[in-house]
């Protein structure tokens, strides 16, 4: 994932008072974690503005990383913790995982993403569109499994799941991502 | 072979072992029935081929990017503030282990004063019991609702510290496996 000075070696000089090489490790993480925010605020404005907030809460907790987990790990707790505070903040209802309306209620917010589907039609954008219509529990852990290079294991003590049920729950959501890809991209899939 | 396929099939399962298959979480016995499948099944190969084709897509679809200024605005906020001293320097393990010592004390104090109260000279002709409990007057000691109340809330600490102990030992001996 990256080259130069470790985490481990970044958080230490920060402890020790180079409070500048923080940016180093804002600017190793600062497209995953905006990433992950982004599934949840459906929006760059406040996905911008909650990132940010991610990592100074990150900088002020820093004394608590024990190292005992990966950085990466530990931090995608705090993007967990902080998008669903943002989310009940935004009173947005965040919908169970068996609960078939969650489709029903991707599926309106879907019109708004149409527009677009034309214009952009490579392969990597069509697949961020089609996670961006899935719920943000879907969403976050396909891309914490795809994109953020995270373990079953560590997805699981992110989210706070058992291994198991986040196995399932990554199962379901690429389900539902193969539904959306072949009822808006089948077209675009089959020209590629 | 094919009474298996058609079992998980209305399972729903093929696509469910197909995934583990993929992202390599099948043992290798399990690998090689699935690898069989694929080989010898067309309708596994082709939803084979169909989750490949979206693992590898969404493997290779790029990451979102915020702003040109975003390391710069999280450096100037953090300026304002400082890192916040570790949770575990808040606590002194000494204090919590102080009242630990306090309230193990305290009950190992009512035990050893409850046992000093009973008959051992039991009477094999009235009853079978080693210790006569019955002689003990607890009712000196609970007889008021707020020393119960302690008591309990003494007994809740010191299992709690129990269980602390204990599970820091079998973190240690999982660590030394």
Same mark, same amino acid.
Request: hydrophobic content about 40%.
């Given at each position: 994932?990256?080259?130069?000075? $470790? ?87 965040? &919908? ?97 | ?59 290779? $679809? ?31 393990? &000494? ?44 009712? &000196? ?27 820091? &030992? ?8």
């Amino acid at each position: 994932m990256s080259t130069g000075p $470790s985490d481990s070696e970044i958080i230490s000089l920060v402890l020790k008072g180079d409070h500048n090489a923080y940016g180093a490790l804002v600017d190793r993480y600062k497209s995953y974690v905006f990433t992950l925010t982004l599934r949840f605020t459906k929006n760059r404005e406040d996905a911008e503005e909650v990132s940010q907030d991610i990592f100074i809460k990150a900088y002020r907790s820093l004394a608590d990383f024990k190292g005992t987990a990966k950085f990466s790990t530990w931090l995608y707790t705090i993007v967990n913790t902080t998008c669903i505070t943002f989310l009940r903040k935004k009173r947005l209802e965040v &919908k169970s995982l068996d609960d078939e309306r969650t489709f029903e209620v991707a599926d309106s917010q879907d019109s708004g993403f149409r527009a677009n589907i034309v214009e952009q039609k490579s392969r990597q954008n069509m697949v961020n569109q089609a996670i961006a219509m899935l719920s943000p529990d879907d969403a976050e852990i396909i891309t914490l499994f795809y994109k953020n290079e995270q373990s079953l294991e560590e997805i699981s003590h992110i989210l706070g799941l058992e291994v198991n049920a986040a196995k399932v729950r990554l199962h379901r959501a690429r389900g539902r991502l193969k539904d959306k890809m072949e009822k808006y991209f089948s077209e675009e899939v089959r020209d590629l | 072979m094919n009474a298996d396929v058609n079992i998980s099939l209305e399972d729903g399962g093929m696509e469910g072992r197909l995934w583990e298959y993929i992202d390599g979480s099948t043992s290798g016995e399990e690998r090689s029935v699935i690898e069989k499948l694929i080989a010898d099944n067309q309708q596994w190969r082709e939803k084979y081929r169909e989750l490949l084709e979206l693992h590898q897509l969404v493997q290779t $679809s790029p990451l979102e990017e915020p702003s040109m200024r975003f390391t710069k605005n999280v450096m100037e906020e953090i300026a304002k503030y400082h890192i916040a001293p570790a949770t575990r320097t808040y606590i002194d393990k &000494k204090i919590v282990w102080g009242i630990g010592i306090f309230f193990i004390t305290l009950i190992l104090g009512f035990l050893i004063y409850g046992f000093s109260q009973v008959n051992w000279n039991t009477d094999a002709g009235e009853s079978r019991r080693i210790v006569d409990v019955t002689n003990v007057d607890y009712s &000196k000691f609970f007889n008021n609702t707020y020393v119960n109340i302690f008591m309990g809330i003494n007994v809740v600490l010191a299992l709690m510290l129990l269980d602390r102990f204990l599970a820091s &030992k079998k973190k240690q001996i999982h660590k030394e496996a």
